[in-house]
């Protein structure tokens, strides 16, 4: 399994960015594809952004063209570059990690079998 650690969340202003990063450990060997998700508090987790290994990119609508999602193979590393923040992007952030064999899989929380353990973004107005 790999184990996943987020870093890069914080307090910001509407209008600022942000750039999380998620550290890959373990068996990183395999060919992994990798998302993020958020949590607003009383709400359910939601799908972000995802790359797949070959590098193959996918954003939710809330977030395409403002969200970059992007990978560092050698460094084990999953960065998402956030701009353009508003306050409904206040959420814990997850990276996540799936084989993710097909495109439709990005989706789903249900094809990722490793999860970070969170980091705060609050995006004030």
């Known amino acids: 399994q790999v184990q996943l650690v987020e870093t890069g969340g914080g307090l910001v202003q509407a209008g600022d960015s942000l750039r999380l990063s998620c550290v890959a450990s373990?068996?990183?060997?395999?060919?992994?594809?990798m998302g993020w998700f958020r949590q607003a508090p009383g709400k359910e987790r939601e799908f972000v952004a995802a790359i797949r290994w070959g590098g193959t990119t996918y954003y939710s609508d809330s977030v395409k063209g403002r969200f970059t999602i992007s990978r560092d193979n050698a460094k084990n590393t999953v960065y998402l570059q956030m701009n353009s923040l508003k306050p409904e992007d206040t959420a814990a952030y997850y990276c996540a990690a799936g084989l993710l064999s097909f495109s439709f899989m990005v989706y789903s929380e249900v094809n990722y079998d490793s999860w970070g353990q969170g980091t705060q973004v609050t995006v004030s107005s």
């Open positions: 373990g068996r990183t060997q395999s060919r992994y594809g």
